[in-house]
Nanobody
């Protein structure tokens, strides 16, 4: 399973970006993947941002992005999206998408060690 993240860039505070993570696998495989977004800033550990269960029925967010970020999963496009609104300078980081086979529970999806596949990162820079 290959994951390709894209959509990062430079944006002013208050602006928006939409990250995409395209999965190079069959639709049947993708539909069974829980998907997550993590981010890492220089000198910091990778942190959980958001995740969606394999069914798409459950979504999870870290507190700092609730109400601003929205995760969605499009099985027809084999792609997961992270819509990021009202961006803040503290959102600046490299964002990584991951896939967890049949991942569903928050307790599982919030932990990077539980993911089976990772994409390369995409850099998001928010200027003040």
């Amino acid at each position: 399973v290959q994951l390709q993240a894209s959509g990062g860039g430079l944006v002013q505070a208050g602006g928006s970006l939409r990250l995409s993570c395209a999965c190079g696998a069959s639709g049947k495989i993708f539909s069974n993947l829980g998907m997550g977004w993590f981010r890492q800033s220089p000198g910091k550990e990778r942190e959980f941002v958001s995740a969606i269960s394999w069914s798409g029925g459950s979504t999870y967010y870290t507190d700092s992005v609730k109400g601003r970020f929205t995760i969605s999963k499009d099985n027809a496009k084999n792609t997961v999206f992270l819509q990021m609104n009202n961006l803040k300078p503290e959102d600046t980081a490299v964002y990584y998408c991951g896939a967890d086979i049949l991942g569903a529970a928050y307790s599982t999806l919030k932990e990077a060690d539980n993911y089976d596949y990772w994409g390369q990162g995409t850099l998001v820079t928010v200027s003040s």
